[in-house]
């Protein structure tokens, strides 16, 4: 059991405090200029995988991020976390607009398969397109089980516990490694980086390679129609009556008259 | 997204930072990052990646970690050690120390992108951690190993906080006339007299003393460090201050106070030289202090801006206060170019380092309370209560245009630079 091979996956999405803009020919959202982190469900995915690493469950951990250039950023901050090393695997910004989960997913199952790795670790969605079927789409092409939306995991003989969040409650399940996992808000609290690990990460082995280095087809399987903001919320109005209010909800047909 | 929302009470720090996109627009205000983020006025312009990735570090903690607290800790005079020591984990505590014992090896300029983003967070927390990693430098510098050896792994990580004491109440902006004296007595220096306005006295550990031990003026000066707990070492009481309430500052009393002559920083007669190299950097440090606070307030009255509505409208939307906004902003972009600019000077170890960094504190301290009080007009009523943090800015960095040398000060450092005949 000890010693696992671990592979991460990191992406880099637009910051959550940022406002997000609509472009005006509703092609997407805007990106240049905005400012970008690591998806925070990635990051949790790091933090654990680094704390396996720090418990001897694991003995390397292998962060890899598919995307532009700029992603380079997100790999290192993932190694200054305490990944011991990044792959970059470059998809140019054209391209990148139309990269779906899928394309991801066969990605990063053949970096799994290379990298002899016995955990893919992703978060459980993005926070930008919020798909969340990465994980679960990497688990299919291996035929690796899955345990997604995990808050806790904990190493048992022969493989792996797993808590995981779901809408009734907390579901507790074993898995066989090799596997993946998928991580929830609540599996830890990512560490800061010190200044010292974000000096040494830099020294960190970063390997870049493309698309086509894995065999994978980054055409686009689906085109995107328009991309809008929300509705606005409607104003509403103040009435001076309980029977106004009434006399509304009848008109409205809400409740029976 | 059902999950996502499921015990919400539980929801730590860190959870804030995380909802999608959907949330995005419903933070917190005191978590808030990076509006100005890609304006003109980000201090991330010009950064290569690495110092990108400290910057967001420090900005982060100082949102996480420092932001929710520091109106607590100003009203309550709160010293926060615990969350000074969680700095120092990072690095905060001997930024720009070497490596050889414990401390972090970055360089000056490094350090003052840090302490900008973490004076966001709190000022003046950030300004007593800016003064504790002068004080280590100091003993880094011109310690020999022993003392370095000694000091330098308690002071990285802040398991020891440090006191810088130069001023006495008779020995200000002439601080080559002060009248601490240390007589040797066999293997000890006896110490004899008063230090004030010193910043974190009671609370620190080590206190880093210039006093006499010869001749008039500063060729008689020495740097000689006493422990707390030290007989015939005590403090006054706690002053009551305008801002930088985070930390204490009392006199320091040296009465009768024997210390080991292997206390000695560097050698006698050199004590001047050492509290002067010290505040070079010291003063980049409390000028990068004042760049984050200005940062922050004018973040905060360009958001206030948006939201307050006057005469029917937004009041971003009246000229008046678009102008002062820019203005604002290029004076902060001025001081930060400033900072940054004798940050290097002193990497560098340029001859002319000295007038630079003085040039830096006067205009980058002056303009920067500006920037503060200007933000506190533009908050109208608002500004004024102390619900809201812009005040805080303007008391924290007041001080600034004062100690670690008066701007006065600066202006005579300048103006010998450049009469000097070369």
């Excluded at chain 1, 599996?187 to 493309?210: H, Q, S, V």
């Excluded at chain 2, 760049?291 to 029917?312: C, N, P, S, T, V």
């Excluded at chain 2, 309370?369 to 805080?392: H, N, R, S, T």
Aim: hydrophobic fraction near 40%.
């Amino acid at each position: 059991m000890s010693g696992l091979r671990v592979i991460v996956g990191c992406k880099r999405v637009i910051d959550y405090a940022v406002k997000i803009r609509v472009k005006p020919d509703k092609t997407g959202v805007i990106t240049d200029g905005v400012k970008h982190s690591m998806n925070p469900f990635d990051e949790i995915a790091v933090e654990e995988a680094v704390r396996m690493k720090e418990k001897k469950l694991a003995s390397e951990v292998i962060a890899v991020s598919c995307g532009p250039t700029q992603c380079q950023e997100t790999l290192r901050t993932a190694m200054a976390m305490g990944a011991d090393k990044s792959i970059h695997v470059e998809v140019d910004a054209a391209t990148y607009e139309n990269l779906q989960p899928l394309h991801v997913a066969k990605i990063l199952a053949k970096v799994a398969q290379e990298e002899k790795a016995d955990i893919v670790f992703t978060g459980k969605q993005a926070i930008d397109d919020d798909c969340n079927q990465t994980g679960q789409m990497v688990a299919a092409i291996l035929d690796w089980p899955q345990a997604t939306f995990a808050s806790k995991v904990e190493k048992v003989d022969g493989g792996l516990t797993v808590t995981r969040e779901i809408d009734g409650g907390l579901e507790t399940i074993k898995v066989k490694v090799p596997a993946v996992l998928t991580a929830d808000l609540r599996l830890n609290e990512p560490r800061y980086a010190t200044l010292p690990n974000i000096m040494k990460a830099k020294k960190k082995p970063m390997a870049k390679k493309k698309p086509a280095d894995y065999g994978v087809d980054v055409g686009p399987r689906q085109s995107v129609l328009k991309v809008e903001d929300p509705p606005v919320r409607q104003a509403g109005s103040k009435l001076d009556s309980v029977e106004s209010l009434v006399a509304k909800l009848k008109d409205a047909g809400l409740v029976p008259s | 997204m059902a999950t996502l929302f499921k015990r919400g009470h539980h929801m730590s720090r860190h959870a804030v930072n995380i909802l999608s996109n959907t949330l995005r627009n419903n933070h917190s205000r005191l978590h808030k990052r990076g509006i100005l983020t890609a304006s003109c006025a980000d201090p991330s312009n010009g950064l290569g990646v690495e110092q990108r990735q400290i910057q967001q570090m420090a900005l982060d903690f100082a949102a996480k970690e420092l932001a929710p607290n520091m109106i607590e800790w100003d009203e309550k005079e709160i010293f926060p050690l615990g969350t000074l020591r969680e700095a120092a984990k990072l690095g905060f505590g001997a930024v720009y120390c070497k490596e050889e014992f414990g401390g972090t090896g970055l360089t000056r300029l490094d350090a003052s992108v840090i302490f900008e983003a973490l004076a966001t967070g709190c000022c003046s927390t950030t300004a007593y951690i800016s003064i504790h990693n002068m004080c280590a430098w100091m003993i880094d510098d011109f310690g020999n190993k022993e003392l370095r050896a000694q000091w330098i792994p308690q002071l990285a990580t802040m398991e020891k906080c440090s006191s810088y004491c130069l001023t006495e109440p008779g020995a200000g902006s002439d601080a080559a006339s002060l009248s601490t004296t240390a007589k040797k007595d066999g293997s000890h220096y006896v110490l004899n007299g008063s230090k004030a306005f010193i910043s974190g006295s009671g609370e620190a550990d080590l206190y880093i003393v210039m006093c006499r031990t010869g001749e008039a003026g500063s060729k008689g000066v020495s740097c000689i460090l006493v422990e707390k707990g030290t007989p015939g070492l005590s403090f006054a009481k706690k002053e009551r201050k305008l801002g930088w309430n985070s930390h204490p500052a009392r006199i320091v009393n040296f009465d009768e106070c024997r210390v080991p002559v292997t206390n000695l920083v560097g050698s006698e007669g050199q004590g001047f030289n050492i509290a002067m190299k010290g505040l070079n950097g010291g003063r980049i440090n409390v000028a990068s202090c004042s760049l984050g606070a200005a940062y922050a307030a004018l973040e905060q009255a360009r958001d206030h801006m948006k939201i307050r509505k006057q005469f029917g409208k937004p009041i971003e939307n009246f000229q008046y206060l678009q102008f002062r906004l820019a203005e604002m902003a290029t004076q902060l972009v001025a001081s930060r170019l400033m900072v940054r600019n004798a940050a290097v000077a002193l990497d560098n170890k340029d001859a002319n380092a000295v007038a630079l960094c003085s040039m830096a504190k006067l205009f980058a301290t002056e303009e920067c309370f500006k920037i503060c009080d200007y933000a506190m007009q533009i908050f109208g009523g608002y500004g004024y209560l102390k619900d809201y943090p812009v005040q805080q800015y303007m008391r924290d960095s007041r001080v600034h245009c004062i100690l670690e040398g008066t701007n006065e000060i600066m202006r005579l450092l300048v103006s010998r630079d450049l009469l000097t005949e070369r």
